[in-house]
């Protein structure tokens, strides 16, 4: 049996994460020291009133002057001083390491997911990727920016405060250790069972998101089809798995917080109790007991800060295994084989299958042995009524979706199959699949920038006169009518577009990228009944000599290919020329009977 298709991305060990992140952390080593030599100075001037207090209690009933408060007050607040500054270099330092390491972070992040497999993207679902780019990434930056500062501060306090506490008086040091068990009961109870917590959480955020994702985008079919009211349950279960665990994540850190305040009331007791009787026998005074609770109640706010904290910083970690999950994924997938690079290779499809369900041997299938050859400068139409298959044909043939059974693949080497070198099309590396195939959809985005760069996405390194020639071939005549030109921005913020310009553009793109096979899936679908003719000259202008696999919306677009295949239910159901499909009186007789009255 055959395993079940992984529905999201890797998610790395945390070893891993760290790992990956050592070596951004090594190159502002300079930072982090002074970072670690400000943390210190701080904390230590913060020992200052505890001591200052505890000289006033012992000299104060002896007779002591005014000299002593006065020589306490400037000492405090030379410490005051000190604390300021070091605060502020410390923040200084700690910008100077988490940013830098977090932007870098999320770059890298950007563009593994760009140059992830389109067929991983297709298994997963964007949802995960855009969980993993957007709320993951926000994650590790506010992590970066407000809770790392804490925590770098609150440790570097209790390590400083548990020094000074020993130095007090080594008694009332040890009684001090008395805490670390109890806090070390509170982490081993907390630990191994945060962090599948939050891994829980993240994950349902990504569900949550892949729900609304798919909502939002798919909102026309969801109109037309009157399924609002299921779409809408399928999101509210998703937001309220998310709004569960996160109630449960509260839950569980209060616990946590109880756990840690036990502690806390349990051995400042048995600090005080202990002091009482140093001072009652005569070894310890009244003013070193003072000094020593004061240093002990003070490690409570970073204490409590770092377990209160701790959430965030699970949180956080969980976000960064999931971030540089897909970092690895990008960077350690298996070699694929070479193309073997002959040109005017034939787009064979044979015996598709297809099914979303995760379980392979699914009876709902999409596509049910789908056989097809499109040899080189061959254009073949596919029509049929609405969920017969024909986009899912089309993302197998253009390589975005794998088929869960059967193959689709380029063979080399003229007309005949038999003996030929071929390669699956889901085993060729993306950029020379691209080089072959190439697909304009129905929907398609402009980018923010300027008419040059939108045009020239799939060749960046194309000049003008290329761009120019790839706008003419398709009939972009409106070009010369913009303010700047190739120069004019367009995309959000800049020129608005028509539907049929900005499809004019997904056509250029294809003509520039020159690959040997195009798949149009309803390409020119948005132009309307005005466009639609324009738009189908720029089609055809787009394909020229190259072989093409057009999900034609107009039956016009069939007319002129030189194939057209049938489709209902999955299956291919009629396959001829045009003329020799409408006088055998079949189905496709039938439609164009419809179209043509």
């Known amino acids: 049996m055959t395993a079940p298709t992984q529905t999201t991305l890797s998610i790395a060990t945390r070893r891993r994460s760290f790992a990956h992140l050592a070596p951004l952390l090594r190159r502002r080593g300079g930072w982090i020291v002074l970072l670690f030599v400000a943390g210190v100075a701080n904390a230590g001037a913060g020992l200052v009133g505890p001591w200052a207090i505890g000289r006033l209690v012992d000299e104060l009933p002896a007779g002591a002057g005014a000299d002593v408060v006065w020589t306490s007050a400037i000492a405090v607040a030379i410490a005051g001083i000190v604390m300021a500054v070091g605060t502020w270099i410390g923040a200084w330092a700690l910008a100077h390491v988490a940013m830098p390491v977090v932007a870098e972070l999320r770059t890298q992040v950007v563009e593994s997911a760009l140059s992830l497999e389109s067929q991983r993207v297709e ?64 982490l081993r109870w907390y630990l191994p069972r945060s962090e599948p917590i939050y891994k829980q959480e993240r994950a349902a955020f990504g569900r949550r998101a892949g729900r609304l994702l798919g909502g939002l985008t798919g909102a026309k079919t969801l109109r037309a089809y009157r399924a609002e009211a299921g779409e809408l349950r399928r999101i509210d279960s998703a937001s309220g798995e998310a709004r569960d665990l996160s109630i449960d994540v509260f839950r569980f850190l209060t616990r946590a917080f109880g756990r840690n305040n036990r502690a806390e009331a349990v051995v400042l007791s048995l600090l005080l109790i202990t002091g009482f009787v140093l001072v009652w026998f005569g070894e310890s005074t009244a003013g070193a007991v003072t000094t020593a609770a004061l240093v002990f109640h003070r490690l409570f706010n970073p204490i409590g800060a770092l ?180 120069d004019t921005e367009i995309g959000d913020g800049g020129t608005r577009l028509t539907a049929v310009q900005e499809q004019t553009i997904a056509l250029a793109r294809l003509a520039l990228a020159d690959p040997d096979f195009a798949i149009l899936d309803e390409a020119t679908a948005e132009a309307g009944s005005a466009g639609a003719h324009v738009l189908e000259q720029s089609a055809r202008a787009a394909l020229g000599s190259r072989g093409a696999l057009v999900v034609a919306h107009r039956l016009s677009q069939a007319e002129t290919a030189d194939r057209v295949l049938v489709m209902e239910h999955g299956r291919v159901i009629e396959e001829g020329t045009h003329d020799e499909l409408v006088a055998a009186g079949g189905r496709y007789a039938e439609l164009w009977a419809a179209w043509s009255a």
């Open 123 to 186: 298994k997963t679902g964007t949802g995960d990727l855009v969980s993993r780019v957007a709320d993951d990434s926000r994650k590790i930056s506010e992590a970066a920016a407000q809770v790392l500062p804490l925590v770098v501060e609150s440790l570097l306090v209790v390590i400083v405060s548990a020094a000074g506490l020993a130095a007090i008086d080594w008694r009332l040091g040890i009684v001090g250790l008395a805490a670390l068990p109890m806090y070390w009961l509170t």
């Open 307 to 486: 377990v209160g904290l701790f959430d965030q910083i699970q949180s956080a970690g969980a976000s960064l295994t999931r971030m540089v999950g897909v970092i690895d994924e990008a960077t350690t997938s298996p070699r694929r084989p070479i193309d073997p690079g002959t040109a005017d290779p034939a787009l064979v499809l044979e015996d598709l299958w297809f099914t979303y369900d995760e379980d392979p041997n699914s009876s709902n299938h999409v596509l049910t042995g789908v056989s097809l050859r499109i040899d080189p400068g061959e254009v073949v139409a596919v029509v049929g009524t609405t969920g017969a298959g024909k986009s899912t044909l089309a993302r197998i043939a253009a390589g975005l979706s794998a088929p869960t059974r059967g193959r689709a693949a380029l063979v080399f080497g003229g007309a005949a199959s038999a003996g030929k070198p071929s390669q699956d099309l889901t085993a060729l590396p993306e950029t020379v699949l691209r080089e072959h195939i190439a697909m304009v959809a129905q929907e398609v985005h402009t980018f923010s920038g300027t008419l040059r760069d939108n045009v020239a996405l799939p060749v960046p390194e194309a000049g003008d006169d290329q761009v120019r020639s790839a706008l003419e071939e398709v009939g972009a005549g409106w070009v010369s009518t913009l303010p700047a030109g190739l």
